[in-house]
């Protein structure tokens, strides 16, 4: 028996050329070898069973989450906070003196605060403008409804 590379022999030769069409393997020279008999077969297609969406086959095969919530213990930790500034006794008496006059004056100011991390230690800072409307057991009352702790504010300007 004479052997043909299917790489450089002409479809005829390798027995590939005259089953275009019918879901012959191109690559695949029929001989001894042990799926001869099944790789030429047409494909099957069931004729009560819809063929599946390409993109529903493809989510069969899709990488899944084997430990429930890693991704999001990673991202957490990943997560970067501000450490609270430690406000001075000099800080605390401008701040105060700010506060009184903002007050006084009725003006719109803005204030620089730390806002605590709910889920590790440190926060981040954040600022508002608003007008005060009054101070009360230790939190600065905003007109617009706010509360913010006093012990949190590392600044205030007024506008």
């Avoid at 042990?34 to 047409?42: C, E, S």
């Amino acid at each position: 028996m004479k052997q043909t590379d299917i790489r450089t022999a002409p479809a005829a030769e390798t027995g590939t050329g005259s089953r275009a069409g019918t879901g012959a393997h191109p690559q695949v020279p029929s001989g001894s070898w042990p799926y001869a008999d099944i790789v030429n077969l047409p494909h099957h297609v069931s004729s009560k069973h819809p063929q599946m969406e390409m993109s529903k086959r493809a989510a069969q095969f899709a990488p899944f989450a084997a430990l429930t919530g890693y991704g999001d213990a990673v991202a957490e930790t990943a997560r970067l906070t501000d450490e609270r500034i430690e406000i001075d006794e000099s800080l605390l008496e401008s701040l105060d003196l700010t506060l009184q006059q903002a007050l006084a004056e009725e003006s719109k100011v803005r204030l620089t605060y730390f806002v605590p991390d709910d889920k590790k230690a440190g926060g981040r800072y954040e600022s508002i403008t608003d007008c005060i409307k009054r101070t009360d057991m230790g939190e600065i009352i905003l007109a617009g409804g706010s509360r913010i702790p006093v012990r949190h504010v590392i600044g205030i300007e007024i506008l």
